[in-house]
Nanobody, 123 residues
Framework: QVQLVESGGGLVQAGGSLRLSCAAS????????MGWFRQAPGKEREFVAV????????YYADSVKGRFTISRDNAKNTVYLQMNSLKPEDTAVYYC????????????????WGQGTQVTVSS
């Protein structure tokens, strides 16, 4: 069992930056692929980024590529999402997720999810 708690959301102006954190607990949490998803009002939840267990492989949605960076610190059991050059269309609830493989995360079927943190980007 893995528990995930997100933090770092908030209100920021367009062009600004935020860093989200996801603290994981559970004996083997550092062995999971970790990812971020987001859900805007009235829209389906969408994949944002994933990082494999070692941090050596990452993959991003085209909409955030070049602006967002996912990273992890296994010593702290924490995954981060650095978001730069934010746009109003990035406004959403951001969710952290953990899966057995990065492919499982990208497919949107990881077994473990956090509660989400709100990110609002004003124009």
């Amino acid at each position: 069992q893995v528990q995930l708690v997100e933090s770092g959301g908030g209100l920021v102006q367009a062009g600004g930056s935020l860093r989200l954190s996801c603290a994981a607990s559970g004996r083997t949490s550092s062995s999971y692929a970790m990812g971020w998803f987001r859900q805007a009002p009235g829209k389906e939840r969408e994949f944002v980024a994933v990082i494999n267990w070692s941090g050596g492989s990452t993959y991003y949605a085209d909409s955030v590529k070049g602006r967002f960076t996912i990273s992890r610190d296994n010593a702290k059991n924490t995954v981060y999402l650095q978001m730069n050059s934010l746009k109003p269309e990035d406004t959403a609830v951001y969710y952290c997720a953990a899966g057995i493989t990065d492919r499982q995360v990208v497919r949107g079927t990881p077994p473990y999810w956090g509660q989400g943190t709100q990110v609002t980007v004003s124009s």
